[in-house]
């Protein structure tokens, strides 16, 4: 039997349905079907329905068209994204090189070119000069992702308001845009694709909806390329601050003589004033207008808080000034000069970045200015158009000060003072008694002031007069030098040979075409303000000729080792030592006894010669001391005759004057001249005078050459 205990084995409906059995329920039937409902008639009327129609389908257009202008925009700014290098590679744009001019105690004096002081970035500037950009070009830089809708429609509103077209003025740019517009949206410039570097600066300033279009494209891609401090850091480095200055290093070096790291916020506003308008705004062209605009920009910095109250009430208060060297702006004429003598392709057009050590000594090149300022403001009459210039040089050529013209500190311009060929008058007869020292003749050697006419083939009888329509009779050569007269000079011309004159006065340096004829001798050649100084150096320093120079040596930024030096100084001789010293003996009395009496100052042995042109149109004065050499010119650019002007006046003033300047703290040092022998001093009160007969034979009463003189003392004719 089986145990009653043990459990029973489950049924299969048991195992199907659970413990107990159960009944699968039967079927349930499917649901009716629902009928339908009526379709609802759309409410409203046609017209109504037409413009719903007509919302719908513009709807379906513009967000298909807004995803394919999406679609085209990605692409186009992922094609820039390709093309930009990395932030490090743009931080100096600039298409020249700069050229950096140190005085002789090498300090800077002038710069030209493109001037870079090396990059920075956002972190390394001044603090103050991030928040004065970002406050005064893209306040919300930060938050924008390249382009500022709200600038853009701010920007245009303005413009209508003040009458101009939507573009027009105001671009509402942000900082990202301008970067964007300095990198001239990746478009480096080929000097062989362009007229010149201005007409690429200017294509890639246009401001065409086409052009403006493509700046956002690359501004977006510059956004996901770079981070903002980046994009920041490259426009730091490329805009131009004014004064050619390339980016902040610069414009801080340059106005102020302190890193970008260092400025201050008044000295930060002002540079940040500079990128709307950098050369208009520089601080070395209108030094109160980049105040006012720095006191704007300090409250703005104060309106966005990077400033409190106080801080901006202080530093308006306090506005930045200019260092020395921007202050002076010393030597304009003088750095134009030095760059036309250096070679091109490391000067006017250079890739390199270039220093150039020169001669100019700063001290002097103010006494120079001041000296014609201080004439013109008192002796001249008001309204007067007559011009000047001024030249100092040392005894070997080289160049100390310069100036160009009654602009003393101009640059650009005209310079007098190499530019303008001039006759030359009584200027030039040193050199006429030049040649007859070298050939023997005394200082206190005679000829006859008396009237004189000569037949010139071609043009018929010539007659010189003096400048006092007077004779005085037989003079020595150094009364005839001393007074000017202009009869002796031709007799001593003509009886040494007009072709040794020629030579002389060419080998000193008065390298423009001489005259042929017998009007030599009285200056009727021209020459340079800068090639008579340099002449007149050369009988200071014995008798050697000089080429005037200021470059001393030229290298390129961060070498140590010059690519060229100098290319002037003491040249070969002209004529003997004792030449030289009796003509500066000579020179001396025209300055302490002639013509050029008005140049003497103080206890000084001066030596020069005054120089008035026919109908005086020129005036001149040049002379030295023992130390220094000056030239100074006067007149008109147009050959208006000078009223009332002659060079032993206001141009032997001039010369006083830079020489009182040029001469403070240096002690007085005697000429080197010689005294001719024959001269018998009579006492400290009285003028020397020849006690026998001197050296050399008298010039001649005619006009004949030296070689039929000789043959004439040959024969045993005497004159009559």
């Known amino acids: 039997m089986r145990d009653s205990k043990k459990g029973k084995r489950p049924l299969v409906a048991e195992r199907r349905y659970g413990s107990k059995a159960q009944k699968p329920s039967p079927k349930k039937a499917a649901p009716a079907k629902r009928k339908r409902a009526p379709r609802k008639k759309p409410k409203g009327n046609i017209f109504t329905r037409v413009i719903r129609w007509f919302l719908r389908l513009i709807w379906k257009i513009t967000w298909r068209v807004t995803a394919a202008a999406c679609a085209v925009l990605a692409l186009f700014v992922g094609f820039y994204w390709t093309t930009l290098p990395d932030a490090s590679a743009l931080v100096d744009g600039r298409a020249r090189g700069s050229v950096t001019l140190l005085d002789r105690d090498e300090q800077i004096f002038a710069r030209r070119g493109d001037q870079f002081g090396g990059p920075v970035t956002a972190q390394t500037v001044s603090p103050a000069l991030k928040n004065a950009v970002v406050a005064t070009e893209d306040k ?38 301008q970067t964007a517009k300095l990198l001239c949206l990746g478009e480096e410039y080929v000097a062989s694709e362009w007229e010149n570097e201005a007409a690429y600066v200017a294509d890639c300033r246009r401001g065409s909806i086409q052009r403006k279009a493509k700046e956002a494209v690359y501004a977006l891609a510059m956004e996901v390329k770079y981070s903002k401090d980046e994009i920041l850091s490259i426009y730091l480095n490329r805009a131009y601050m004014g004064g050619g200055a390339y980016g902040a290093e610069a414009a801080a070096q340059r106005y102020f003589g302190v890193p970008a790291s260092d400025l201050n916020p008044s000295q930060a506003a002002m540079i940040a004033g500079l990128l709307t308008a950098p050369s208009r705004d520089a601080p070395t062209t209108n030094l109160q207008r980049s105040h006012d605009r720095a006191a704007t920009i300090l409250r703005l910095m104060g309106e966005q808080g990077y400033l409190s109250e106080a801080e901006v009430t202080k530093w ?148 010189p007069r003096n400048y006092t329509n007077d004779y005085r009779g037989r003079v020595t050569l150094t009364e005839a030098l001393q007074d000017s007269l202009n009869i002796p000079a031709v007799k001593v011309s003509e009886s040494v040979g007009r072709d040794l004159v020629r030579r002389v006065a060419s080998d000193f340096g008065i390298v423009s075409d001489l005259a042929d004829g017998p009007a030599l001798a009285l200056g009727a050649s021209e020459s340079t303000l800068l090639d008579m100084t340099g002449a007149y150096a050369g009988i200071l320093n014995g008798g050697s000729s000089v080429t005037p120079y200021g470059l001393v040596d030229l290298r390129l930024q961060g070498d140590d080792a010059p690519l060229m030096g100098t290319g002037g100084g003491i040249r070969e001789r002209v004529i003997q030592d004792q030449a030289a010293a009796e003509l500066i003996w000579m020179m001396e009395k025209v300055v302490s006894q002639g013509t050029g009496k008005r140049a003497q100052f103080g206890d000084r042995e001066i030596a ?11 005036a001149w004065f040049v002379g030295f001391t023992a130390d220094y050499v000056a030239g100074v010119w006067m007149g008109y650019d147009d050959n208006t005759p000078l009223t009332g002007v002659t060079g032993g006046g206001l141009p032997a003033e001039i010369w006083r004057e830079t020489m009182v300047r040029v001469h403070e703290g240096v002690p007085a040092r005697p000429l080197p001249m010689r005294e001719p022998d024959g001269v018998q001093t009579k006492g400290p009160e009285q003028q020397n005078t020849p006690s026998s007969q001197p050296r050399g034979r008298d010039i001649p009463r005619t006009t004949e050459g030296l070689v039929e003189k000789l043959l004439r003392d040959i024969l045993g004719v005497r004159d009559r």
Not at 357 to 366: E, F, N, P, S, Y
Not at 608 to 618: I, L, M
């Open 140 to 177: 919300r830089f930060y938050r924008h992702f390249g382009i500022s809708p709200r600038g853009v429609a701010s920007a245009v509103r303005i413009n209508l308001s003040e009458g101009r077209g939507p573009l027009s003025g105001h671009g509402g740019s942000t900082i990202t845009q």
């Open 316 to 463: 308006q208060q306090n506005p930045a000034g200019l260092a020395p060297a921007a202050r002076r702006n010393a030597g304009g004429y003088f750095a134009d000069w030095v760059m036309s003598t250096g070679p091109e392709f490391f000067t006017r057009n250079t890739q390199e970045d270039v220093i150039i050590r020169t001669t100019l000594d700063q001290r002097l090149q103010r006494a120079a200015e001041e000296a014609l300022i201080y004439v013109f403001e008192n002796k001249v009459r008001e309204g007067s158009k007559a011009q000047a210039a001024v030249v100092v040089m040392s005894a070997d050529g080289a160049v100390r000060a310069m100036v160009g013209g009654r602009e003393t500190r101009a640059s650009g311009v005209f310079n007098r003072a190499i530019q303008a060929e001039r006759q030359t008058g009584s200027a030039f007869k040193p050199f006429v008694y030049a040649a007859a020292l070298e050939l023997g003749y005394s200082p206190l050697a005679t000829v006859v002031d008396e009237p004189l006419t000569i037949d010139i083939p071609g043009s018929g009888p010539w007659s």
């Open 608 to 618: 020069g010669k005054t120089g008035t042109t026919q109908a005086s149109r020129d």
